[in-house]
């Protein structure tokens, strides 16, 4: 395997009606990943080639394409790992195209904010002058630190099949951030994202078909935190449901070691 | 082209840490009252900042030992006394509240076994006092203030909407240029206040931890538009980049005990910081890697990037899954090499910037009504050399007090000011006609590997005379060609092929402001090493440089560092 | 918060799957196709309740009409149709009963920080759909020759 | 919670339709005589315990799959009102043929 053949996705709106797939050949490097191959593209082959990469570690969620049928980040995925020479990559479904490979992921995040993915204090006076930090038990913190990796790159979206014929649907990233919130403690939103939840376009369209989990490149698992947040509102619906004890301020510590030891100022103090 | 024009009372330029700190600030104090824009060349969170891992500094266990002093001692000391004493005091006072503050925005802080926020110890500190989340921290702290901004119904978002120079008349701030990516409109935004926060410039270098889009933009724009930069010959160089990429492995990965080992299978940072070993400042471990490589104690590689091992075996499984998920995935991912098997291959790597635009100790500008914070701006409290995890504490802290100012200047401010159409129309002109319908025979791509490659060897960890001579004469040549570049993409839309000029053309600008400051100052301080002049002068240097713009390259001027609590004395770890 | 001002939509090529990505929309594995079989299933039996309460209709019309329908419904092409659904409702009541569950979070497994390569809890919880799958491999097949004989 | 109330009562259905189809299949196929022939066709509907079966597995199965339904089509991007067209609608369909099937055996009762 001395060249790869990239197989890559092109539209240049104004120009063409419809995308189409363009050839090059890019030569091997060893340990490289599909953003370096685009990227030699761009440099070397066709200046035109227009993607989205920032980071290059996979932590901003820029890169997300749809590479060999798959949605990945194209930084995050080096050629290796496919296992083939030829690299088929094309723009992430279910976002409109807006030149080559860039996505427009604009409903994302209009549907992520409309799930109100911040903490709504119970305490407003402590939320505007916050006092100390909450205590916060390793249980609680695994709860929902796992859904707290995502990265809104919108894999998941472009997975996801009901996302695929349903433009109103929130989809697992924006669903999965209503769960991360509810159950952290420092948060008393609940009631106002299960309403957010429970429109006829709402949590209840996730028919648990896993792909979001399976393309989420960063282990967020979206699909369980879906589900739990079904269970809890159906919980609630039944009045079953726990109260949530809302988290606790830290009290000051007690003194337990000494201070350790700074130079004394050496320029006179007013 | 459609013309459009847009108006907002606060422009926050830039949505990385210090951005979004400071539109949340913005739009906290005014109460949703004013009209705030926050402008970004990426989507907002896919900012440079997400990359930030290893922690964020704040004194939140006095009870145990610190103090606040000691935090300030620490830092004025990492600086080698060229940070600003009266900065550094107002900074460790105001960073935990930093840190409380987000922890009520929900962000995932570690936590130890009392429920109370997890700190690790971290390089050049006194303290186990960078407080972490996992091995993410600039990840959660971006996406926490992300989350919280969007509660706001006040804030309008312009993602992928690259700024091409900041206008201002008469010393007064008025207005941006934009070109947005998606649309392919270009455009003005005028505003009655403007808070730079685009972060820093190191992809002037080929090996760093940088992101494709840290292209100091603002720094370059605002440099042109007659606002000085300060101290930018200091390049901090961090010990632990990951061959090949340059992807960062924390300074958290040493600070949880990992060792940095030679071909000799030794710990040869007890020859350089017995004390510190590992967790010495990054100048200084910087330099001890540097040395070994330089002395053949390193292990070679037929590309040049010569590297060390750093070991982190012995911390086992458990360790690194919990406190350092991400350099186990990054280092698989990227090395094919797992950290619990194997030593990772690591060298030094261009960093981070300690200068940038000059501001006092508000973050404002000498231009009336514009502020700037984070790594695009410098308020002076790193001086020569930063402490690990005071970078995301000052973006924080600085994001806030420059919100706060802007919002608070543009409510004393009854009317926008009025921008000439034509000022944005030779913008346009000179992007668009004299830029983007280039047709000579260079390529930017060339001219910034060119760039890159040079910046790696004669402006790095050790520097000297003669080469940054030859740095500044490469860099005007450059500045020179990229007059004649051939642009291939036509289109306004998404055209990143155009963008990778003006991308080039601001770091050209920025690269020569490090040299000419670099080579003018005559000692060696924090990061700035040279060679022919191996030593500290208070005397002479105990002042920070400023860099003015002319046509014909930076004039350089100084102003003294402020020094209220301990005069310099000889650093040592 | 508002996006941005400067407006963008029409000029973008859309990109929606739609209902093809029944069918396939990329390289997923299991529980994305088990999706597709629950519906068409469920849409299979609502099609046949609506056919077979019309069919009872034919009792109205008498003796006569009953037994002529009858033995329509006695040739072989309906045999085959009739055991289809008696499997389209062994799938779908099988693969409802995990849905049900899994629905509410049960046999998922608790969340926990994912390690490094990432396995996702339907993934680490597969044997479970493996095992129904079995199931109702056996029920149809044991359907089948309760039909045949 | 409406959407959550309804799909609690599809889970509800499903479950029920698991037991109750099997009672139905049970109770026709092992009834004594050809299950298809008139006279155990028209015997059943006779009984009340019979009767009351078919009403439950009618009212479980149509509720059911017109939820089902009404969840599929939902799905095409159909906007609040004419969604609220297709909640009537389907609820109209739903007690017609509800209405219907019931008439059958009542009216062969009678
Ligand atoms: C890998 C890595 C790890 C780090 N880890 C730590 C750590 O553990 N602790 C610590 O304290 N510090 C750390 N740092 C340093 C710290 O992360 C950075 O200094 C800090 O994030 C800078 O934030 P910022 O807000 O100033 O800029 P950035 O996050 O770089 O944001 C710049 C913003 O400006 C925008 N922008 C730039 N140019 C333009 C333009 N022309 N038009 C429109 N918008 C523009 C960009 O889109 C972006 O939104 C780390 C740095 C790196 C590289
Ligand atoms: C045997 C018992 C049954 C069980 C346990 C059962 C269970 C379920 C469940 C749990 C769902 C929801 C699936 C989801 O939302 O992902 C569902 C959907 C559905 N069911 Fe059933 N069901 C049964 C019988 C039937 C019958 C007899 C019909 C026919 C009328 C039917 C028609 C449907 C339809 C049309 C759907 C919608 C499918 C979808 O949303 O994808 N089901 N069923
Ligand atoms: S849940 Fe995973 S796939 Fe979806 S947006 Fe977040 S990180 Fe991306
Ligand atoms: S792929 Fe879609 S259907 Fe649910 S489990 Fe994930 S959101
Ligand atoms: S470039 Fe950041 S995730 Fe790929």
Redesign the interface.
Known sequence: MQELTFKVQR?????DK??YIQQFTVPLRQ?M?VLDGLIYI???V???L?????????????CGM?I????MLAC?T?VEELGTDRIEVR??????????L?????LL??K??SI????I?PDTE??EE?????????EE????????????CGLCM??C??V??????PGPQSLG?AYR?CT?R??AGVEER??QA?????V??C?????C????P????P???I??L??A??F???RLKKKKKPASI?Q?????????D??E???K?P | MVEIEAAHDVLILGSGLAGLRAAVEAARVSNDELDIAIISRVQLMRSHSVCAEGGTAAVMRPEEGDSLELHAWDTVRGSDFLADQDVVKLFVEESPKELIQLDHWGIPWSRRPDGRMNQRPFGGHSFDRATFAEDKTGFFEMHTLYDTLQKYAGVTRYDECYVTSILIDNGVFQGLTVWNLTTGQFFLIRGKALVIATGGACRMFGFTTYSLTATGDGAAMAYRAGIPLKDMEFVQFHPTGLIPSGILITEGARGEGGYLINNKDERFMERYAPSKMETAPRDIVSRSEMTEILEGRGFSRPDGLDYLHLDLRHLGAQKINERLPLIREVTIKFAFIDPLEQPIPIRPAAHYFMGGIHTDIEGATPVEAIWAAGEAACVSLHGANRLGANSTAECLVWGRITGEKATRYAMGQKSLPDVPPQRVQEEEKRLFEQIGHGNGSEDVYVIRAELQRMMDHNVAVYRNGPDMEEALKKIRELKQRIKHVKVKDQSRIYNTNLLAIVEVINLLDLAEVIVAGGLARTESRGAHSRRDFPNRDDDNWGKHTLAYYTPEGPRLDYIPATITMWQPVERKY | MKTKAAGSENRHLPNRLGIKSWVWGGNYTLERYLYTLHRVTGLGLLLYITLHLAMNGFRLGGVESWIDIMEILGMSGFKVGEYLVAAAFIIHALNGGRLILQHLGYTLGKPKPPVYPYVDSLRRRRPIVWAMLALIVALAVYVLIVFVT | MRETRLKILQYITGIGLFFLVGTHLIVSLLSSGEPTSWESVSGRAASAGWLALFIFLLIFGLYHGIHGLRTIIMELSIPKLPAKVLDWTLLVIGLAIFGYAVYIPINAFL
């Not at chain 1, 060999?68 to 949605?71: A, G, I, R, S, T």
């Not at chain 1, 723009?91 to 080559?100: E, K, T, W």
């Not at chain 1, 028919?207 to 792909?211: F, I, T």
């Open positions: 539209y240049l709106p104004g120009k419809k995308a340990g990943t761009k440099e070397n066709d200046n035109t227009s993607f989205r990469s920032s980071c290059r570690m996979g932590i901003c969620g820029s749809f060999n049928n798959f949605p995050h080096p723009s992430l479904p279910n976002f409109p195209v807006i030149r080559d860039v996505a427009d992921l604009d995040f209009e992520h904010k109100k993915p911040y903490i204090s402590e939320a916050p006092t100390a930090e909450f205590l916060q038990s390793g913190l695994e709860g929902y630190v796992q859904f707290a990796y995502c990265v809104k472009a997975a099949p009901t695929a014929t349903d433009a109103l649907f951030q919130y952290d420092r948060d299960f309403h429970d429109s006829r376009h709402g209840w369209l028919h648990l078909a896993g792909a989990s399976e393309a989420c960063k282990g967020v698992d699909a369980l935190a589900q739990l079904k269970r509102m159906v609630d619906s039944l830290a000051p510590l007690a003194e337990s070691k000494p201070k350790i700074v130079p100022f050496t320029v103090q």
